[in-house]
């Protein structure tokens, strides 16, 4: 099922009447439509056809790339000192850190994932106003899996034809044959796909020679699995139901929809009416309006999602542009231009049917904007990442009681001081306050000035700060790197009651 939006309800009408968008009604001279032919088999899976072209070219060569990069980057090792995993890009669950590179996000850092995550956002939605769901059609793993699936698929069945031939024909060994081997194909793939997936979560090359070895752990064995059979169900069968029904992007197309945006679409003031070559000349020889389109239903046939990309911008279209290629085929056969169906602005198909000139508005408040906030984000999470210290301060004052008043007169206040080392070698810290005239002690330290902390460890304190003329007073307790001279801060209060 497509989910269409009728963006201009009269043509659409007027165009389902069997008239040309560019036609008025007086002309109604143009041949009855017939129904758009459908991609998919009544109650059947989408069957799409092969297409080749720049834009196929294009498909092919980000889907190397990114399976590339998905299949090594476990990998690529980092060195980060002796105490510290050496793998490039790690999510370390049993230690609660993620591992990108130089940066180590600690659970403390969890703002900066969520500032990235923002960040990520806007860069979808800036991508949106400029060419749709470019990313669904060209990088998202959903596509990238499916095509490889489908690929596999048709080297093993051959092309749509065939494919079609088969769902109605009997069981033969052949077809057994052909079958098993896809399904086989299909499950190598998801299992290599999921095997992958946790060395995302361990050490890849101590994991792969476990592997090697047949000492697969318990845990291991299940996440491969889980991820493999997740892959085969999702590419293998699910494939363009994810992207029009599971996935949330299409859903969000109803209120981020933008007729500027550089989007799949089909010029009906060109294509339309659409007839046969051959009945197309003979109207024109006849003086009758014919258009580009001979409704050949290649551009359906390729289709992935399985819509009719003429029937008018559709919330479920990818933005592919397999289409594109497909119609660009048929045109380059006719010795007509290229360009019936393209990467072109709603806006634009609006232009032309007006007979006006079609202009290019990438730059745009919302465009200038989203980019402009997207590079600002960008900058506060660089600068933040470049600012991070490897050492957290935390003062918590005890509750009960606030404060006790001593023999002599002075007051004393009691804290939970915690130290957190994030790196990978010992720290040792001098703890002072400052804000306060206030005797500073730890209980079970001698000196305050040498508190070693363990790497990727934490050091919990008790301290005590006592005053001989009391009074309610604001304490910032600091902690000073020995090494490196930089100074932790935390703020808490000095009462009397
Ligand atoms: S209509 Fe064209 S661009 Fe949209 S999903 Fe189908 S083939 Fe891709
Ligand atoms: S591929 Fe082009 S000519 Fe063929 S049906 Fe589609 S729009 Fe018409």
Same mark, same amino acid.
């Given at each position: ?52 072209? +720049? ?23 980092? @060195?980060?000192? +002796? @105490? ?8 370390? !669950? ?10 180590? %996000? ?26 749709? /769901? ?25 092309? /749509? ?36 997936? %946790? !060395?995302?979560?361990?050490?890849? +090359? ?30 293998? !069968? ?24 550089? &989007? ?9 009416? /659409? ?31 399985? %819509? ?40 634009? %198909? ?26 600002? #984000? ?23 009681? #606030? ?72 304490? &910032? ?5 020995? /090494? ?11 009462? @009397?009651?």
């Amino acid at each position: 099922m497509a989910i269409t939006i009728e963006i201009d309800h009269a043509r659409t009408r007027r165009m389902a009447q069997g008239q040309g968008p560019s036609q008025s009604p007086a002309q109604g001279k143009a041949p009855a439509r017939k129904p758009a032919r459908s991609p998919r088999q009544p109650g059947g899976p989408v069957v799409p056809q092969g297409v080749r072209g +720049p834009i196929r070219r294009l498909k092919w060569l980000i889907l190397m790339l990114t399976l590339t990069v998905y299949y090594v980057t476990p990998f690529i090792r980092w @060195n980060r000192g +002796p @105490n510290a995993p050496d793998q490039a890009v790690l999510l370390d !669950f049993a230690h609660g850190k993620l591992y990108l590179g130089p940066a180590e %996000i600690w659970p403390q850092d969890l703002y900066l994932i969520t500032a990235a995550m923002l960040l990520a956002t806007l860069i979808l939605i800036l991508v949106n106003a400029l060419a749709g /769901r470019l990313w669904c059609g060209f990088a998202c793993p959903q596509t990238v899996w499916t095509d490889l699936f489908l690929l596999v698929e048709r080297l093993v069945e051959g092309d /749509r034809r065939q494919r079609l031939k088969n769902l109605s024909s009997p069981l033969t060994a052949k077809r057994v044959a052909q079958i098993a081997t896809k399904h086989a194909l299909w499950m190598l793939i998801a299992l290599l796909t999921g095997g992958t997936l %946790i !060395f995302y979560f361990t050490d890849a +090359p101590e994991l792969l020679r476990d592997l090697a070895h047949g000492e697969m752990t318990v845990t291991a064995l299940t996440w491969t699995l889980v991820f493999a059979g997740t892959t085969y169900g999702l590419a293998g !069968f699910a494939r363009e139901q994810v992207c029009t029904f599971m996935c949330p992007w299409p859903r969000l197309q109803g209120a981020i929809w933008d007729p500027e945006a550089f &989007t799949v679409n089909y010029r009906d003031y060109r294509g339309e009416v /659409r007839m046969s070559a051959k009945k197309a000349a003979e109207a024109r020889a006849l003086g009758e309006p014919a258009g580009d389109c001979v409704d050949c239903g290649a551009c359906v046939a390729v289709c992935p999602i399985g %819509i009719d990309i003429r029937q008018g911008p559709n919330f479920a279209c990818i933005n592919c542009g397999l289409c594109v290629d497909a119609c660009d085929g048929v045109m380059a056969r006719l010795d007509r231009p290229r360009g019936l169906i393209d990467y072109e602005s709603w806006e634009n %198909i609006e232009r032309g049917r007006a007979g006006e000139p079609r202009v290019s508005r990438l730059l745009r408040p919302k465009t200038v904007g989203l980019a402009l906030a997207s590079v600002a #984000l960008a900058g506060v999470i660089a600068v933040s990442f470049a600012t991070k210290t490897s050492a957290v301060l935390s003062v918590q004052h005890d509750r009960d009681p #606030l404060s006790v008043r001593l023999s002599d007169g002075s007051v004393r206040n009691a804290y939970t001081v915690k130290l957190l080392n994030k790196s990978s070698g010992v720290q040792r810290f001098k703890l002072g306050v400052t804000g306060v005239d206030a005797a500073l002690a730890i209980v079970g330290h001698a000196q305050a000035d040498a508190i070693e902390v363990e790497p990727d460890g934490s050091e919990t304190l008790r301290v005590t700060l006592t005053m001989p003329e009391p009074g309610d007073a604001d304490v &910032t307790f600091q902690a000073v790197d020995a /090494r490196s001279r930089v100074v932790l801060t935390a703020h808490d209060r000095f009462v @009397n009651r």
